[in-house]
């Protein structure tokens, strides 16, 4: 495996694979209002024309998805990969509603029948965004799961979706034109050739990269020339989590510092999302202890989680000195938190608990427990779904615009835990027992690596390490090492004497501070 040279994420954006499929969403999205545009003009032979290649696309794009004689389609890895949801989730069926409207209006529009092109075309426009957007709501939460039980999206992007386009150069030049023209002051056009790019062959980037010149400005094109560069003749991939980790070299010289490197596709956000998992998990053992009568079990477990909890919510929530995650989605993605009321969510909550809390403390009136219980358990279940559905496809469109989630995670966020060897330990304890047969509890503890300096995880790595099984800590461990360039001659020469001509001893190392993601 070819494998890219290390460098600074704040020179270069990583690519992101997925854009290829989210980003088509907004060739869709751009392309339509042109159709409505002609529509609008009586223009009817040139909106059919419009239309004609719109729907050519769109084509393209389904059968991305649903798979053809050449390869699978996303929705079939989707199936085999995350418990059969594109099946369950009706996926493919929405095509098929979409595909009548749309055999309707290129009729109307052939006959030129005014009124029934207006309404086919209303009801396609209703019909199209529900579905891009249902779409979105059930796979970027997937393919950020994906991603963290360690699948490569590139290799999937290869092998299972891109070769269900039978026409490249048509396909990536109408996306191309469209996501320049439609670019609503955000990168789709480059972040989509980027993401192309990647998961080309050199032979194949060869047409591509000239098509792509062919159809975009050229300050566009230099843009993505200049990203879309082998660093080296052998590189290809950045490194991956898997790469078998390269112990750091001795450095006997404070002049040299080397760039920490080998978290670049750690999932810095799982901290948040896996812990979703952990209070699924730690409710469990409470409902556990309950129906076991074990109420003094029950109340010990409820206070821990509902300290740990609180925790989370900081995280969100943000105070006057950090932000909290929600106060970046609001900054970042026009007031989204505010819209959507995340914040009241959690007030329903906390008038749950302290009722919950007051019960079990008592332990007394356990049919009032089993009801308290209950109606928490729906409440928090809705409240962990919809945050789930608002915020996941929002952190894969922050990553495809080039915020740095780890950054995020180091200066808003995690500051916001005041008790942090509590709240891993108690992370770590309930995602190892309630693993769902995934990496759950190794996920998260990489992602707190990533977001940690190596002061911080000098310590976390001990409370870890404290916290789960031998192996699992052996597994994290070895995961979690930082990959450091070979020093250069010139560099290892100097090493060996400092300005004095002092030699420093064989076991000393620089320690740095980690490339942001």
């Known amino acids: 495996m070819r494998i890219r040279s290390p460098r600074s994420n704040k020179e270069k954006p990583r690519p992101e694979i997925f854009a290829i499929l989210r980003n088509g969403h907004e060739v869709i999205r751009g392309a339509t ?50 418990n059969n949801i594109a099946a369950t989730s009706n996926l493919s069926a929405n095509h098929k509603k979409l595909e009548s409207l749309e055999n309707a209006l290129e009729k109307a529009l052939e006959e030129e029948d005014q009124e029934e092109i207006s309404e086919v075309f209303e009801a396609f426009q209703k019909e199209n965004e529900a579905h891009l957007t249902f779409e979105e709501t059930i796979m970027m939460p997937e393919v950020m799961g994906l991603v963290n039980d360690g699948e490569s999206l590139k290799k999937i992007m290869m092998e299972d979706v891109l070769p269900a386009v039978d026409d490249m150069e048509f396909f990536l030049k109408y996306a191309m034109k469209i996501l320049e023209t439609h670019h609503e002051n955000k990168p789709r056009a480059r972040v989509f050739a980027h993401a192309m790019w990647a998961a080309s062959t050199d032979d194949e980037w060869i047409d591509r990269k000239k098509w792509i010149q062919e159809t975009v400005e050229t300050k566009l094109y230099k843009e993505i020339d200049g990203l879309c560069q082998r660093e080296t003749e052998e590189e290809e991939l950045a490194p991956s989590i898997e790469t078998a980790p390269i112990a750091a070299p001795v450095l006997e010289d404070k002049s040299i510092e080397p760039k920490r490197t080998g978290d670049e596709k750690v999932q810095v956000f799982a901290i948040m999302r896996n812990s979703h998992e952990v209070i699924r998990g730690a409710f469990r053992d409470v409902g556990d202890a309950i129906a076991n009568a074990d109420f003094q079990e029950a109340d010990d477990i409820w206070k821990a989680l509902s300290v740990w909890e609180q925790m989370h919510m900081a995280m969100e929530e943000g105070n006057s000195i950090y932000k909290g995650f929600f106060r970046v989605l609001d900054e970042q993605r026009n007031n989204l938190a505010t819209e959507k009321g995340l914040r009241n969510n959690h007030k329903k909550l906390v008038i749950l608990e302290k009722s919950l809390s007051e019960l079990l403390e008592s332990g007394e009136d356990q049919e009032a427990i089993a009801y308290a219980l209950t109606a928490y358990e729906l409440e928090n279940e809705a409240h962990l779904t ?34 942090m060897e509590f709240f891993l330990k108690f992370a770590m304890k309930i995602l190892q027992k309630h693993h769902g047969d995934k990496d759950r509890a190794r996920v998260f503890a990489q992602a707190m690596w990533a977001a940690s300096t190596d002061e911080e995880w000098a310590d976390r790595k001990i409370w870890i390490k404290e916290s789960v ?17 070979k020093p250069t001659q010139q560099e290892r020469k100097k090493s060996s004497h400092g300005k004095k001509g002092r030699k420093f001893p064989s076991f000393y190392k620089r320690k740095v501070q980690a490339p942001e993601i």
């Not at 290649?53 to 649903?66: F, G, N, T, V, Y």
């Not at 915020?403 to 995690?414: A, P, Q, T």
């Open 33 to 82: 209002p042109e159709v409505n545009n002609a529509i609008g003009e009586a223009d009817f032979e040139g909106a059919l024309e419009l239309w004609k290649a719109l729907s050519a696309w769109e084509k393209m794009h389904m059968s991305m998805e649903e798979g053809n004689d050449n390869c699978k389609g996303f929705f079939r890895v989707l199936d085999e990969k995350r």
């Open 469 to 485: 099984a031998p192996e699992l800590y052996k597994e994290i461990d070895t995961l979690c090492q930082w990959v450091y360039p």
């Open 386 to 419: 919809f945050e789930e559905e608002i915020m996941m496809p929002e952190v894969m469109s922050l990553v495809n615009e080039g915020v740095l989630l780890k950054k995020i995670m180091m200066e808003d966020l995690l500051p916001l835990i005041d008790d």
